[in-house]
Structure formats: structure tokens, C-alpha cells
């Protein structure tokens, strides 16, 4: 659908093409890969560092701010997603289409969830043994989402707007304050909203990405100038409104953790 005006006409061609990459952060496909270069891939960097503004924000909403929880729940976060569910993901499927080997993957995952799971029980003694809840819920999430078990019923926008989004904020919320506050369920649906428009985004550029050969399409408008539609314009403004939404939200991860610790 085009804009106002005018008329759009798309021809989509659907197979995996070799010369794009599957994300704008990973090398195309032709070019030669390093190890270091697919795990940094793997990691998803800029999802990664949406995911754990959401951290921040949610640790520093309220002061005062204990700055080893924060940084303990910021490494558990990272190793159990960054790390932990990003492996998970390559396993099902290899939508990356890395060349990681399998173990190195399970192994990585388990290293993931492990580290987040000990640091989740240091926890249990600095903050509250209630925090065992949000231990539980997290793990539960991450691998129930990423493998898709109970035939993919936790495989929906909603479960990762809440556990991607709402869940990290909450639980950095609740680590420092050892408890919920109304602002904070408020500040999780910020951060609930802001990963589900995340996922909107990134569904229909992953499919351009990784499923689409080519699009050849024509957009003429109604006093008859025509420009041509191709997969590069198609993904272009979606992947420039992704950038902006992570450094946006790191940004304001960054004002909150700089009030808190300098006031």
C-alpha cells in the first residue's frame, strides 16, 4: 500500500538470497565470515542493547541506586539474552545462518542461563528471597519462546513484548527496590510497548532479509511520476526507525543511570 495518492505495485519473489545478509548488523552472506564476526552477530547488538536499557531504566526509575545490583542484573540479562536465548534462537533453525557449531551453541547457552540463574540466587541474599520468582519466570520464558516448546503457544508478540520488554524493567525494578511499584508496572508498559513496536519492525525487514530474492515494484502517483520500489527502499526506512528506537532508548537509559549516580 502506498501513500496517499498514490498507487504502488510490488512483485515479490520469496527465496533466500545469498548476497544480503540476514541483519543489518551481519556481514552479507557472500563475503568471507570470522568467528568473531558471527558471534557478534549472534549477539544481536543493537537488540541486545535495547533489552538491556530496559534494565537500566527500570533500576534507576526510583533512587536511591545500589550500583552492584545494578550491574549484577545487567550481566544477567546479558547472559541470558544476549547470550543464553540468542544461541537458543541459532538452534532452531539457524536464522543467522551462521557456521557455529551446534555444541558450541548449547554450550553457550547453557554458560548463559546458568551465569544469569547464579547470579539470580547471589541475589535471593542481597535482595529478596521473592526474587526466586522472577528467576523462575525468566528462564521459563526465554526457553519456552526460543524453543517454541508447547507447540509454540509462548511463540507470540504479546509473550515477547512482555518478556523482552515489560519482564527485564520490572525485574531490574524489583532487584533494587524489592518490590513493584505502580510507576514501575507503568514504566513497564513503556518498555512493553517499545519492544512489541522492536518486533514490528523487524518481522517484515527479517522477511525481505532472509526469505525475499527480490521485489521489483512501482510507485506512481496520481500525476503519473513513477519511482521505483526495490527491496533496499523497502528496507531502508525500517532498519533506520530500529537504529533510532535502540539509541533512543539507550539515551534514555543513559540520562536516568547518569541522575542517579551523580545526584
Keep these: 500500500m502506498g501513500l496517499p495518492g498514490t498507487l504502488t505495485i510490488f512483485k515479490f ?23 568473531q564476526r558471527e558471534w557478534w552477530t549472534l549477539l544481536h547488538p543493537p537488540y541486545t542493547l ?3 536499557s530496559f534494565v537500566i531504566i527500570g533500576a534507576c526509575l526510583a533512587g536511591p541506586v545500589n550500583t552492584v545490583r545494578l550491574v549484577f542484573t545487567v550481566v544477567a540479562f546479558f547472559l541470558a539474552v544476549g547470550v543464553g536465548a540468542h544461541a ?9 545462518s551462521t557456521s557455529i557449531p551446534t555444541w558450541q551453541l548449547v554450550a553457550a547457552s547453557a554458560v548463559g542461563f546458568g551465569g544469569a540463574v547464579a547470579l539470580g ?4 541474599f542481597l535482595v529478596s528471597p521473592y526474587l526466586a520468582f522472577f528467576i523462575v519466570v525468566g528462564v521459563t520464558i526465554a526457553l519456552a519462546y526460543n524453543l517454541e516448546l508447547f507447540h509454540g503457544r509462548l ?20 532487584a533494587q527496590h524489592a518490590n513493584v511499584s505502580v510507576s514501575a508496572l507503568f514504566a513497564g508498559a513503556f518498555a512493553a510497548f517499545i519492544s ?6 523487524s518481522s517484515p525487514a527479517r522477511d525481505i532479509r532472509r526469505r525475499t530474492s527480490s521485489i521489483n515494484g512501482v510507485r506512481v502517483l ?30 534514555l537509559a ?10
Design 13 to 35: 519473489t520469496q527465496k533466500k538470497t545469498p548476497e544480503r545478509g540476514p541483519a543489518f548488523y551481519a556481514q552479507p552472506k557472500i563475503l568471507t565470515r570470522t568467528w
Design 50 to 52: 535495547l533489552h538491556l
Design 88 to 96: 537458543l534462537d541459532e538452534l532452531k533453525g539457524r536464522p543467522l
Design 121 to 124: 540466587v547471589v541475589g535471593l
Design 155 to 174: 511463540h507470540s508478540d504479546i509473550v515477547f513484548a512482555l518478556g523482552w520488554g515489560a519482564f527485564p524493567l520490572l525485574t531490574a525494578y524489583f
Design 196 to 201: 512489541q513496536t522492536q518486533r514490528e519492525l
Design 222 to 251: 496520481l500525476d503519473g511520476t513513477t519511482t521505483p520500489v526495490t527491496s533496499e527502499s523497502m528496507l531502508a526506512p525500517l532498519e533506520r526507525a530500529l537504529r533510532g528506537l535502540c539509541w533512543a532508548t539507550f539515551a
Design 254 to 263: 543513559l540520562s536516568l543511570i547518569y541522575l542517579r549516580l551523580h545526584h
